[in-house]
């Protein structure tokens, strides 16, 4: 059993770059219109335009330095686990996100 194990975590090794990107883009999913309301929120006071401006930064910018970043260091954690946590880990990460989309009513 012990060969299957490693052969399946070198595969996920050789596919971290997708399964980071998938992680974070899935919790963006989740959770971005809830950073985009209390963005709203916070910006509400700001002219129409200063916040239309805002919320372009937020999207181009933000999210996007946000996502490079956290797929850097999830990726960087990912490949330090041995081959059993790392099979659990991903799939524990790939299950919780399912149950967080399901309470969200996003699924």
Same mark, same amino acid.
């Given at each position: 059993?012990?060969?299957?194990?490693?052969?399946?975590?070198?595969?996920?090794?050789?596919?971290?770059?997708?399964?980071?990107?998938?992680?974070?883009?899935?919790?963006?999913?989740?959770?971005?219109? !809830?950073?985009?309301?209390?963005?709203?929120?916070?910006?509400?006071?700001?002219?129409?335009?200063?916040?239309?401006?805002?919320?372009?930064?937020?999207?181009?910018?933000?999210?996007?330095?946000?996502?490079?970043?956290?797929?850097?260091?999830?990726?960087?954690?990912?490949?330090?686990? !041995?081959?059993?946590?790392?099979?659990?880990?991903?799939?524990?990460?790939?299950?919780?996100?399912?149950?967080?989309?399901?309470?969200?009513?996003?699924?």
């Amino acid at each position: 059993m012990l060969p299957y194990i490693h052969q399946f975590a070198n595969f996920l090794r050789v596919h971290l770059d997708s399964i980071a990107v998938g992680l974070v883009a899935t919790l963006l999913m989740i959770y971005g219109a !809830s950073i985009n309301n209390y963005f709203k929120r916070i910006t509400k006071s700001i002219p129409f335009v200063g916040r239309f401006i805002l919320f372009v930064v937020l999207c181009s910018v933000g999210y996007a330095f946000a996502c490079s970043q956290m797929v850097r260091l999830l990726k960087m954690g990912l490949r330090q686990l !041995s081959d059993l946590p790392l099979i659990g880990v991903v799939a524990g990460c790939f299950i919780l996100l399912a149950f967080l989309a399901k309470s969200g009513k996003d699924i």
